[in-house]
């Protein structure tokens, strides 16, 4: 019956990629055709001046492991419809902690049989969310290294969440080494985090910042490490907040992360944004080496802090998967045969 199960699913798995690969072929010849047309009146700016002029950058997604009670929250609200734009609220503030249960407006059936003190008691320990604890210790070994941080999210609550517990863990004071970027500031407010946090000089270390109100024009060149808390479904925003820091004035490499939570959608939601920008760069480059040579300039830099983290003993548990400069069809082959084992893994334990 296991072995059954198994042929089953690797079938199942051959087909769907047989499908894509075929409506990718398709859709690769349709673009080569309108790319034809479109040469004689569309000049395409390729944007190489960066990757000219600046250390480098490199990009990597990291999907992570939750403890118990977060893995808990994430089952009982996968069992939902998965489909609305409210479950995916929910998704991005549970991936990151189970305190942030309480505020993912969730229904009396979603609440029932779930520990609410437990959730309650979770607040201040960053253990209890994957993805805090991620954060918590990566800031440690960033400041160890004189490397500022700049965490990008589209909601207020992680945000929030993430400042109370450095404030707790370090004993760090908000306005001196925790800066806040909120859409709420005035120009002037807004220009003087910017000037402190680009200053080598400053006490400060991080800066939590929405990912909305970041717009083209501000320049967070004092962070080398740029984490992303959750996933958009638009590219180009992602790529607004990475060019805070990835832009002329930089002087460090830039590494960025992208978290995603094990057992939600994040994952998914990813390689259809990566297919986004898979298309787009079908149409405005001439070649997808070109594009790989540009995004990928200097493979030879090694991540110090990130191998810290997957070396150190208490802490390579939570690492499922990390995919270094992985946009594109890789990240996509990646993920789904990775989503295969998972789906295997279960059909097994489930006998």
Not at 173 to 197: A, S, W, Y
């Amino acid at each position: 019956m296991i072995a059954s199960r198994r042929m089953s699913s690797k079938r199942k798995y051959k087909d769907e990629n047989s499908h894509s690969t075929l409506i990718t072929g398709a859709i690769d010849r349709a673009v080569e055709k309108l790319k034809i047309s479109m040469s004689p009146f569309v000049h395409v700016h390729k944007g190489t001046i960066l990757q000219q002029s600046l250390p480098g950058l490199r990009d990597c997604v990291i999907l992570l492991k939750p403890p118990a009670l977060q893995k808990s929250l994430i089952e009982r609200l996968e069992e939902g419809s998965p489909s609305t734009f409210h479950f995916e609220h929910k998704v991005a503030l549970i991936s990151v902690h189970p305190y942030l249960f309480q505020h993912s407006d969730s229904t009396e059936e979603e609440r029932i049989g779930i520990d609410l003190e437990a959730v309650q008691a979770s607040k201040l320990n960053p253990n209890e969310g994957v993805k805090t604890k991620f954060i918590l210790e990566f800031v440690r070994l960033s400041v160890a290294m004189n490397e500022k941080v700049l965490i990008f999210s589209q909601y207020i609550q992680p945000l929030e969440l993430i400042k109370e517990q450095l404030k707790k863990i370090f004993k760090w004071v908000e306005g001196k080494q925790i800066l806040r970027m909120q859409g709420k500031l005035e120009q002037k407010q807004r220009q003087m985090l910017i000037n402190v946090f680009n200053d080598p000089q400053s006490e400060s270390k991080v800066m939590l910042a929405s990912t909305r109100c970041c717009s083209e024009g501000i320049s967070l060149v004092g962070a080398s490490r740029v984490i992303l808390l959750d996933v958009v479904w638009n590219p180009s925003v992602e790529r607004q907040a990475i060019c805070r820091a990835y832009r002329i004035g930089q002087k460090k490499f830039v590494y960025t992360y992208h978290l995603m939570t094990l057992g939600t959608t994040e994952a998914d939601k990813y390689c259809r944004q990566a297919d986004k920008d898979r298309l787009s760069e079908l149409v405005f480059t001439s070649s997808s080496n070109e594009s790989n040579k540009q995004k990928h300039p200097c493979p030879g830099i090694e991540d110090r802090i990130l191998e810290e983290m997957v070396g150190h003993a208490k802490l390579k548990e939570m690492f499922e998967k990390i995919i270094k400069s992985a946009k594109g069809c890789r990240l996509n082959s990646n993920f789904r045969s990775h989503n295969l084992r998972i789906y295997e893994k279960e059909n097994v334990s489930g006998i």
